[in-house]
């Protein structure tokens, strides 16, 4: 091993585990340390730079979303009670601390990479793509990636943006938020929306008025495997790199491996290793290497352990 710092920088810690709907929920708190003991057993806790993580202030999670609904996260947080959408995410006590959390250690990461000596970060609870301006959906309570693009522009003046998801779910809270601004380059690789929640994604969604043509969704068919996957990623590549952004955030979803008990897809850790290859080149080359990826969905432990190390090794090696 080189003495030389590692450039990637890891989040880790029992505050991100918080994040979760209870024990044989999908989204438990165990997702964390399934991804954690396999980092270990990989020996990759040696090769990055660890950091804890830290909770958003209320400011920071107002840059996206409206104080009426973050009034009700804090409200349902401090009862426990029902949900905070039409049925898929409960509240539960402490919920608006957890999702304060997933949004303050993207935005960590974000500084860190813009102002720090980790240009490339990955942190495993992460990514919840679903979430509105004004209302939770699918599990998604606040929507970090959104706070991180409005956070990007308003802190640091970054404007050109590449969102790419490769979730077997369509990222509609990031899509619908984004979908008229042309500097938010959108790629979003996902299960057809005619078979899986959210039902959106479709080919001809390529956003609106002056975003027009800056946006790429490529919906799967259910049991898409590798070989699709490396059969769409060069047009994905090639719209990125057109693009030129100025920083990339990767939602890496492992939802989308074979063997996951609510998506229908069949990638293997593969297609989510080149994937991350091909995003720290392009970063390299337009984004001064920054890039943070998210760990999104994944609800067979097995493979959001796999398929997050394969990414995290990735960030390491590329
Ligand atoms: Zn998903």
Partial sequence: M???????QLYTGAELALYGFGEGHPFGPDRMDAFWQETIRQGLDKRVSIAAPV?????AIERFHTPEYVNRVINQSESGQGYLDQGD??????????????????????EESINGTHPRCFIPIAGLHHARRNMAAGFCVFNDAGVLIETLRSEYGIKRIAY????????????????SDPDLCFVDIHEDGTHLYPGTGFADETGTGAATGTKLN??????????????????AETFIRTFKPEFIIFQCGADSIKGDPITD????????????ASLCRIADEFSQGRIVALGGGGYNRTNLAEGWNAVLLQLILT
């Fill in 89 to 110: 995410t409960p509240a539960f006590k402490g919920i608006y601390e957890a999702a304060a959390t997933v949004v303050g250690t993207v935005l960590a990461a974000a």
């Fill in 265 to 276: 897809m069949a990638f293997t850790p593969k297609s989510h290793a080149h994937a991350a």
């Fill in 218 to 235: 490529l919906p799967q068919r259910p049991g898409a495997n590798d070989a699709d996957f490396l059969k769409t990623w060069p047009e």
């Fill in 55 to 59: 909770m958003a202030d209320r400011a």
């Fill in 164 to 179: 790419v998801d490769i979730d077997a779910h369509h990222g509609d809270g990031v899509y619908y938020a984004f979908e």
């Fill in 2 to 8: 080189s003495d030389s710092p590692s450039p990637v």
